[in-house]
């Protein structure tokens, strides 16, 4: 069974803070990560996709991909309120699918 | 920028009743997926469907669900008895090539409730 885990939070970060969000994944031969975005009630939003170890960068968010370690992040920098939300990791599972992990609730505090 | 969009956004149902939930994948999309998310839970893949045929399907995706592309344009997803436990959003998504390292766009989901 393909398992992805993230930390079900809440994470509590004040404004302009650093949030940080981790995900781990059991199944090595997955090729692709995804960080959406989900507001309550709401359907899923993508913010980044990373393909290859290292970091990726794009404007407050940061992707961190480490292969070896089975690992995804997911930073954002300068958090804002309106950052407030459920953050999902998504991994490919080889086939026509995604695995979804149950999300990290993130507050952001004004 | 297009969107897959969802119809209707609720939908409220006694047990055992059908239900035909509505999808408009991007028209310039190939591939079609059906999630869903119960209250509180992960999002779980249901379906996955490609010229007129199903990819792929997960264990939940049990002879009480079925998928069509009756024309050029709509996508559905038709729970033929409903139960309690299908109460939750369901999302439809779509993608051009299908292929794992492909964007998914979702629509904005619809809400079902068994009763």
């Known amino acids: 069974q393909k398992e992805v885990e993230q930390n079900s939070g809440p994470l509590s970060v004040p404004e302009g803070a650093i949030a940080s969000l981790n995900c781990t994944y059991s199944d090595r031969g997955s090729q692709s990560f995804f960080w959406y975005r989900q507001y309550s009630g709401k359907s899923p939003e993508l913010i980044m996709s990373i393909y290859s170890n290292g970091d990726k960068e794009d404007g407050r968010f940061t992707a961190q991909l480490n292969k070896a370690s089975q690992y995804v992040s997911l930073l954002i920098r300068d958090s804002q309120p309106s950052d407030s939300a459920t953050y999902l990791c998504a991994v490919d599972s080889g086939t026509y699918k995604y695995i979804f992990g149950t999300g990290t609730r993130l507050k952001v505090l004004a | 920028e297009p969107e897959v969009t969802q119809t209707p956004s609720h939908q409220v149902t006694q047990m055992g009743q059908e239900v035909i939930l509505r999808c408009v994948p991007i028209?310039?999309?190939?591939?079609f997926y059906w999630y869903r998310q119960i209250l509180g839970q992960k999002v779980e893949f249901l379906v996955s469907?490609?010229?007129?045929?199903?990819?792929?399907k997960s264990e939940i995706f049990d002879d009480q669900f079925s998928v069509e592309r009756p024309d050029g344009s709509n996508f559905t997803l038709k729970i033929r008895s409903t139960k309690l436990e299908d109460s939750a959003m369901y999302f439809c998504?779509?993608?051009?090539?299908?292929?794992?390292?492909?964007?998914?766009?979702f629509g904005s989901g619809t809400q079902l409730s068994v009763l």
């Open positions: 998504a779509s993608s051009w090539r299908g292929r794992a390292n492909e964007k998914l766009f």
């Open positions: 469907f490609y010229n007129n045929e199903i990819s792929e």
């Open positions: 028209s310039n999309h190939l591939y």
